[in-house]
C-alpha cells in the first residue's frame, strides 16, 4: 500500500525538518549580519544581535579631567565634569549609569551617588546616575585624570552611518564603493564570456559530428578535476609572457579558462537530452547548425544556461585567489570587494560595525541575483518536453 501513486512517504516529515533546519542555518547568520550592519559598536559590543530591540548592559572605560581642569578647595584638589560629555568614546550623553568602579578588579562595586574612597583614603569619586562626577585628592593631580568604569544600560539604537562611512564618506581605504564598482567589472564579464563560448561548443560535442569528438569530451571532463591552485602561476606567467599582465582581461580569461570546463560538460549533458526529432526535423526543413542552434537549442537551454549563470556568479562575487593573482594592483585601483573586506580586517578588527556592514554589502548583490533567477532553477524541471 506504501507504493500506491498519490500517497505520501512516511518520511516526509523528516524530509520537511531538514529542510526548515537548513533555511535556518542559512538565514539566521544573514539576519544577524543585517541587524549588525545598523547597530553602533557600544550595541554590537555589549549584545548579540538577537538583543537589538532590548537595552543592553555595557562596562566602558573613561577617564575623568586631569591637572589642567583641577581647582583646589583648601586641602583638596577637586575635578568637576560630566563624563559622558567630556568623553568622546563610550555611551551618548543621556545614557543611564547604573554602577562603577575605580579598579578593573571590580568595575561594578559601587553604584551611583556612593563615594568611593580609595588609594589609602586620598582619592574620593562619586557620580549621579547622568554621569555628573566629583573627583577630589589631597595630593595634586597629574596630568591624565582618573580611570573610571562605568556601566550604562544602552537603549536599543540603529544608524545608517554604518553606510554611510562604507559606501558614500569613507576614505579611499574604507570606502568600498569603488570595490563594488571593480567587483561588478569583473563578474559580469567573467559570467557571460564562459556562457557564451561554453553554449557553441556544447552544441558541438552534442549535436555535431566531426573526428576526436569523443577525445575532446574525456579531455573536458578530465579538466574538471584540475585543482584551480595548481594553474594560477603558469597562466599568470603566460598571461605575462603574451602581454595581458594583471588587470581586468586577465582576471576575465581567468575565469572563463576555470569555469569552461564544468560549463561545457553541464550544457552539453543537457543539450544531448533534448528530442532529437526536433533536430532532425529541423534539417530536413532545411536549418543550418546555426539556426537550430540560436532558434531551438538555446530557447530550450535556457533554465541550464540560468542556472550555471547564477552558480558563476556566484563564484566570481565571491572569488578572492583570483583576484589577488590576476587583479591586484599597488594603487589599489581594481581591489575587489572579497579583498577590501580583507583590509578592513587587517586596519581596522575591531570595528565590527563597519566589518558588518561591509559583508552584508557584499552579500547583497548574490542575493539578489538568486532570488531573482530562482524561478529559473524550478523551471528547468519540466522545460525541454515536447508537447
Known sequence: MDNIAGRKSGLSWAVNLSVVLLVALWLFPTVGLLVSSFRTADQISASGWWKALFPAEQVVQLRTGGAEVAIQEGTLWVVEGNLLEDSEEGPTPGTEITRFGVSS???DAFAVGETASFTKD???FTMDAAGNYRFTSTKELKKRGQRVFVTATLPPDFTLAN???????GNSNDSMTKAFLNTLTVTIPATIIPIVIAAFAAYALAWMEFPGRALLIAAIVGLLVVPLQLALIPLLKLHLNV???KGYLGVWLAHTAFGLPLAIYLLRNYMSGLPRDIIENAKVDGATDFQIFTK???PLSFPALASFAIFQFLWTWNDLLVAKVFLIDSTGNTTVMTNQIVE???TRGGNWEILAT???VSISVPLLVFFAMQRYLVRGLLAGSVK
Not at 553606510?163 to 564618506?169: A, N
Open 105 to 107: 578588579k571590580a568595575v
Open 122 to 124: 586620598t582619592k574620593t
Open 163 to 169: 553606510y554611510d562611512q562604507v559606501l558614500i564618506s
Open 243 to 245: 602581454g595581458i599582465g
Open 296 to 298: 531551438i537549442i538555446l
Open 344 to 346: 578592513l580586517l587587517g
Open 358 to 360: 561591509a559583508a552584508f
